[in-house]
């Protein structure tokens, strides 16, 4: 059944129009669902194919939207070039919901309330319908089967046989969807007792009973963590987040350097239009770091979208989101699955600026220069936050190379040198101003 004009936290009783059933889309081959890389550093599609991790966070999405609504916003969201889709599978109060964790129009998760033994089909048909728009619109949804934010008093109070149980529950319902990845925790403070581990690793280890066929990932505590700072969660994921309100290789770099380590991606970092967010350069400066220190991929969040505030419709369309764009639109016309973190300076050698400190806070003020560059000496990318010179060893390509500067802020190239001699140490300084009249810069070295 499909609903319109109720979009955002909008009353279900105003303008709700009934809309007879439409039969399901027929949906093209996927995908889906995502693997491991041979050597363990990125994901890859069913055909074998690097899968960029380019993510919006629409938490609520479930709770706060109509089918009309989420088809809309997955479809705009797709447009952009976002192909992931962060969804909390249930949401109350503390994740953009209500007290009640009903969906905008009262169906609520669980007949019994607050108890997991007792799924309401109802509602989980509204959630299979919102997993499948996505999945209309190609996007893979990292779906948080009980995130812990909200939802960890009531783990306590259910124990982990019943934990287990929510999970067998999700896992057969959920093994044939294709666009899944799992994902547990949230602002999971507490992690590091055994109790509450055990809770939220008893869905997980229930679902895995009847689904073997998607990868998990975690999300553990803020301030900053990655998903292996708990080494009991690595037999069952398949994909480290790393998350950080803070500067965001410093994290990455842990998670990429980790001897046990699994693919990374940046899971959450600050939100455009909270805290640091509020300004459009610290969005940006967020993804290229942890792009350039080994990161799969990253996740973006407007503090509109993620919750569906009212004036969500209009946020979509932020400086943020189009930035974000400019980012994968770089990323993915080159090798990026390729590109190792130029850890010892081997190509760029002067102009680094500060390492920061791992609790290191005010992005704005860090000027860390994040390099990376392939093996076989083809290709490098480096992030400046602002304008210095800087010293490029052209010693470390394989041939003659083209140099250019990327604005991050509208996605044009300003070229520098063509064929350049792979030979000897360039200095080099962006050409300005980027277009939003800031300074950041992004320098992409390719051989001819």
Request: charged share 20%; hydrophobic share 40%.
């Amino acid at each position: 059944m499909l609903l319109s004009g109720c979009g955002g936290n909008s009353n279900p009783s105003q303008g709700v129009v009934i809309i007879e059933p439409e039969p399901d889309p027929v949906l093209e081959p996927t995908e889906f669902p995502l693997q491991i890389s041979q050597n363990g550093r990125f994901l890859v599609a069913q055909d074998g194919q690097p899968f960029f991790i380019h993510g919006d966070s629409p938490q609520a999405l479930i709770v706060n939207l109509s089918e009309n609504d989420a088809d809309f916003y997955l479809g705009r969201r797709a447009a952009q070039g976002f192909n992931v889709a962060w969804i909390n599978l249930i949401a109350d109060e503390e994740t953009g919901g209500r007290v009640d964790a009903s969906t905008f129009d009262g169906i609520v998760p669980f007949t019994t309330p607050r108890d997991l033994t007792t799924p309401n089909e109802a509602y989980f048909a509204r959630a299979d319908a919102m997993i499948q728009l996505a999945a209309k619109h190609k996007q893979l949804v990292v779906l948080n089967p009980i995130e812990t934010e909200g939802w960890l008093d009531v783990l306590q109070e259910n124990g982990v046989d019943s934990a287990r149980e929510y999970g067998r529950f999700l896992g057969n319902r959920y093994v044939g969807f294709d666009n899944i990845i799992w994902m547990h925790g949230n602002n999971f403070q507490t992690f590091e007792d055994p109790n509450d581990a055990a809770l939220v690793q008893a869905v997980a280890l229930g679902i895995q009973e009847f689904d073997n066929r998607h990868l998990h990932t975690s999300e553990l505590a803020f301030y900053a963590s990655g998903s292996l700072d708990d080494p009991s969660w690595r037999p069952i994921l398949g994909l480290n987040g790393s998350f950080t309100y803070f500067i965001t290789y410093v994290q990455v770099l842990k998670d990429y350097n980790r001897a046990d380590f699994l693919p990374t991606f940046l899971i959450e970092a600050n939100y455009e239009r909270e805290a640091q967010g509020n300004i459009p350069g610290n969005i940006r400066r967020q993804a290229y770091w942890a792009l350039l220190s080994g990161a799969a991929g990253h996740m973006y969040g407007h503090r509109s979208t993620w919750q569906f505030l009212p004036d969500w419709r209009n946020a979509i369309n932020s400086v943020g989101a189009r930035h974000m764009e400019i980012v994968k639109d770089l990323f993915t016309s080159v090798a990026w699955f390729d590109l190792v973190p130029d850890q010892q300076h081997e190509v760029v050698t002067s102009g680094l600026g500060t390492f920061a400190q791992e609790d290191s806070l005010v992005l704005g003020e860090n000027d860390y220069l994040t390099a990376a560059a392939t093996e076989d000496g083809t290709l490098a990318i480096a992030y400046l936050p602002n304008i210095r010179t800087i010293t490029v060893n052209m010693g470390a390509f394989a041939g003659p190379a083209n140099l250019r500067w990327y604005d991050p802020t509208n996605g044009n190239f300003t070229g520098i040198l063509n064929s350049a001699p792979n030979a000897g140490d360039l200095v080099l300084t962006p050409p300005g101003l980027n277009s939003e009249g800031t300074e950041d810069w992004v320098l992409l070295i390719q051989t001819n």
